[in-house]
């Protein structure tokens, strides 16, 4: 089974910018992994904020972007609001096996 | 309003069984591809199982040959039919369609 590799932790200012990456131990994550990410806020259950690379949820706030960088997955923060501390999952499909999610990233606004 | 709720979570022993289920309202459940996924205690996300809009599934090598997923139509409701539970099956269940919604989760914990 693959392995789906997040940064751990990643601390931004409020209004800052920060690139959250999700990368495959199969080789480089393309738009035939179908990248999700999706937040998670503590005690609450997941919701997702983007699908297929690049594709915005409707509650997606437009501070998020999605995109394929170096290889990898990211998604983009870019004016970071204290509501943004979370942790963020992502998720590739794979053909002819199961997704895998990412081991998640620990964001913190500060 | 698109809407998922779970229910059937529970304490188990280790070997019983559970049967999970997740109604949805606001949209046609066969219509989307439908995942579970599980969260254990302090852990990370982990995909379970999901059922095209075709009807075909997929599991998780951890629960393949334990676990069940089905639908109901009439019902518009997910299930997921869990047996040979094990501790380490201990979790928060999410039903999702993972471009819709998630459910808020159900708690399974399996110990003797």
């Known amino acids: 089974q693959a392995v789906v590799t997040q940064e751990p932790s990643l601390t931004v200012s409020p209004g800052g910018t920060v690139t959250l990456t999700c990368g495959s131990s199969?080789?480089?994550?393309?738009?035939?992994?179908?990248p999700y990410w999706f937040q998670q806020k503590p005690g609450q259950a997941p919701r997702t904020l983007i699908y297929?690379?690049?594709v915005k949820h409707s509650w997606t706030p437009a501070r998020f972007s999605g995109s394929l960088l170096g290889g990898k997955a990211a998604l983009t923060l870019s004016g970071a609001q204290p509501e943004d501390e979370a942790d963020y999952y992502c998720?590739?499909?794979?053909?002819?096996?199961?997704?895998?999610f990412g081991g998640g990233t620990k964001l913190t606004v500060l | 309003e698109v809407q998922l709720v779970e229910s059937g979570g529970g304490l188990v022993q280790p070997g019983g069984s559970l049967r999970l289920s997740c109604t949805a309202s606001?949209?046609?459940?066969?219509?989307?591809?439908m995942t579970w996924v599980r969260q254990a205690p302090g852990k990370g996300l982990e995909w379970v199982s999901v059922?095209?809009?075709?009807?075909?599934?997929y599991y998780a090598d951890s629960v393949k040959g334990r676990f069940t997923i089905s639908r109901d139509s009439s019902k518009n409701t997910l299930y997921l039919q869990m047996n040979s539970l094990r501790v380490e099956d201990t979790a928060v269940y999410y039903c999702?369609?993972?471009?819709?919604?998630w459910g808020q989760g159900t708690l399974v914990t399996v110990s003797s």
């Open positions: 059922m095209h809009n075709g009807g075909n599934s």
């Open positions: 998720l590739l499909s794979y053909t002819g096996a199961r997704p895998v």
């Open positions: 606001g949209f046609t459940l066969s219509s989307k591809y």
């Open positions: 999702a369609s993972l471009v819709l919604s």
């Open positions: 199969t080789g480089a994550v393309t738009s035939g992994h179908y």
């Open positions: 297929d690379t690049s």
